[in-house]
């Protein structure tokens, strides 16, 4: 809602604007997003969080299956007739000591995995926040080297799924120049989304 309101007074300014040639251009914020070297550096690097987590709940899980066979195992010696009625007893109190630690692993490993998966949420909103103010750094100086009155994100969606920006006229956009400056400085031979994209083409 905010920002259609922001979006809303920035038109109305510059219909109301009494100057004679205002410069006003478009940036695809996705798709600089999308094709910044860094985005692919920062899922790598995330997929491998990733990995390390579902490791990590694969060996709880395996402990766990390995408890279910001890308690199947015991409860079938619990109710093994060739057993005295001591030995079987005995069995069957090892049975329910095992059925506690049963609950208990059930219990540490819903909170680990609840524990896990909001720290991947977090760590992946904070990446995705660093890399967007990054490139918005870099618009607001291409806006300002450029003398840009405004410039408006055309990937940017209303709350009705509708994109923010239908219509331009005369605008510049500034996608590519915004990409080719965010891929400067990649280092040698790391091929950005785009590059890889036509790498590909026969």
């Known amino acids: 809602m905010i920002r259609t309101i922001i979006f809303a007074l920035s038109l109305t300014a510059l219909a109301s604007s009494h100057a004679a040639d205002l410069k006003f251009g478009v940036v695809d914020m996705s798709k600089a ?4 070297f860094k985005t692919k550096e920062a899922a ?27 308690m199947q195992k015991l409860k ?14 005995k069995k ?8 506690k630690d049963l609950r208990a692993l059930e219990q540490e490993i819903s909170e680990a995995q609840n524990r896990r998966s909001s720290q991947l949420k977090q760590e992946d909103m904070s990446i ?34 509708v994109p923010m ?6 605008a510049v956009d500034i996608t590519d120049q915004i990409i080719a400056e965010l891929n400067k400085n990649a280092a040698a031979g790391a091929a ?11």
Do not use: C, H
């Open 92 to 99: 069957a109190v090892e049975f329910e000591e095992k059925a």
């Open 76 to 89: 079938k010696e619990a109710s093994d007739p060739i057993m005295t009625q001591d030995a079987r007893q």
């Open 33 to 36: 997003f999308s094709e910044f």
């Open 165 to 170: 920006l239908v219509y331009y006229k005369d």
């Open 44 to 70: 790598e690097k995330f997929k491998g969080n990733l990995d390390k987590a579902q490791k990590e709940m694969n060996d709880r899980w395996s402990v766990y299956k390995n408890l279910m066979t001890d």
């Open 128 to 161: 995705r926040k660093g890399i967007y103010d990054e490139i918005l750094v870099v618009v607001r100086e291409k806006s300002k080297s450029e003398a840009y009155d405004f410039v408006f994100d055309k990937s940017g969606m209303s709350l009705s799924t």
């Open 192 to 202: 950005t989304p785009a590059a890889a994209k036509e790498e590909k083409k026969p």
